[in-house]
């Protein structure tokens, strides 16, 4: 399977939470990265935590990291229609200089 | 502040023909430089990156190829292309010298089209 996994599809209504989820295979990376892509824009880092954090939170958005389950999530609270695009979950590649990107979930906010 | 820059937004060729897109990123030096291509609109799959001048890493073998001009150019090339070619190109930079931390900026895309 892939090494970085996502669903493909999430549909909420406006002013609801929303939860995106993300598992990976690979656990030597030091931190893991929320990617947002606008439809026909590039991707802009919406946040990031850091390997030995188990939570982070920034304004509506929250982080929970679980390191033994290899698990990522990405909650936005007060779902608003602006949030709609595709939203990338990604780890550093270690030693390298890459990132490993998720297959993407594409998040679409119902008026 | 820093800007990175991908051109043309939009290209459509015809198969077999050569193939050209440039990124510059500005205000900053030695930057990490990647492209990336994403079909069919979702996932991500890095083609090239680039920690220096002339020194280019291939991820996949495939009918394009990268070159790093100057420190701040990243150009994608071909020189037939195929159908398979199409999608969205995005280029992307990271700093150096951040240890383990890696945030990439990205640019805003070339749709190629092949026809």
């Known amino acids: 399977g892939e090494d970085v996994e996502q669903s493909l599809f999430l549909s909420v209504r406006e002013g609801d939470s929303s939860v995106i989820n993300c598992t990976y295979t690979?656990?030597?990376?030091?931190?893991l990265y929320w990617y947002k892509q606008e439809p026909g824009a590039g991707l802009q880092l919406l946040t990031y935590?850091?390997?030995?954090?188990d939570m982070k939170q920034d304004q509506r958005l929250t982080v929970l990291l679980n390191k033994k389950d290899k698990h990522l999530s990405l909650r936005i609270a007060d779902t608003q229609t602006g949030d709609s695009a595709i939203y990338f979950c990604?780890?550093?590649?270690?030693?390298?200089?890459?990132?490993?990107f998720g297959t993407g979930t594409l998040l679409a906010v119902q008026p | 502040s820093q800007t990175i820059h991908q051109w043309p937004a939009t290209l459509v060729q015809p198969v077999g023909s050569p193939l050209s897109l440039e990124c510059t990123v500005e205000?900053?030096?030695?930057?990490?430089l990647y492209w990336y291509r994403q079909a069919a609109g979702r996932g991500l799959q890095l083609l090239f990156y680039?920690?220096?001048?002339?020194?280019i890493s291939s991820e996949v073998p495939q009918n394009l190829s990268a070159s790093r001009p100057q420190d701040r150019q990243f150009i994608l090339s071909s020189k037939k292309l195929l159908l398979s070619d199409s999608g969205f190109y995005l280029c992307?930079?990271?700093?150096?010298?951040?240890?383990?931390?890696?945030?990439?900026?990205f640019g805003p895309g070339t749709r190629l089209t092949v026809l």
């Open positions: 935590i850091f390997s030995n954090m």
């Open positions: 990604a780890r550093g590649g270690g030693a390298t200089n890459k990132l490993i």
């Open positions: 680039s920690v220096g001048i002339g020194q």
């Open positions: 992307a930079w990271s700093n150096r010298g951040q240890g383990l931390y890696n945030e990439q900026f």
């Open positions: 690979d656990s030597s990376s030091t931190y």
């Open positions: 205000g900053t030096s030695n930057p990490n």
